[in-house]
């Protein structure tokens, strides 16, 4: 299995990026997939979570109205459209694949079987 994650850059405050995140070795259809963040000195931490076919999305209470997440299954790739963006959401991104079908598990590090390589946004003031 394989999920790589592309898209991060520099960009100023209030400017937008979109991730990407390619997935291969699975059947995509059959996994939620998140987007998590690690800023430094800090664990990796939720951002946003769609469900297998994408009818069901969760948010951070941080990014909620700023970011969107979104799949195309016949593409095998999970996307997060970040706008609005701010400093504080400097990190590096991660997209994982949960295992699991509850939505329990989507906003837990622990939910997740298989997490890309990460992909650096920085958002300069």
């Known amino acids: 299995v394989q999920l790589q994650a592309s898209g991060g850059g520099l960009v100023q405050a209030g400017g937008s990026l979109r991730l990407s995140c390619a997935a291969s070795?699975?059947?995509?259809?059959?996994?939620?997939m998140a987007w998590f963040r690690q800023a430094p000195g800090k664990e990796r931490a939720f951002v946003a979570a769609i469900s297998e076919i994408g009818s069901n999305t969760y948010y951070k209470d941080s990014v909620k109205g700023r970011f969107t997440i979104s799949r195309d299954n016949a593409k095998n790739t999970v996307y997060l459209e970040m706008k609005g963006l701010k400093p504080e959401d400097s990190a590096v991104y991660y997209c994982?694949?949960?295992?699991?079908?509850?939505?329990?598990?989507?906003?837990?590090?622990?939910?997740?079987?298989?997490w890309g390589q990460g992909t650096q946004v920085t958002v300069s003031s």
């Open positions: 070795g699975l059947t995509f259809s059959t996994y939620a």
């Open positions: 994982g694949a949960s295992g699991w079908s509850s939505s329990y598990y989507y906003t837990r590090e622990s939910g997740y079987v298989y």
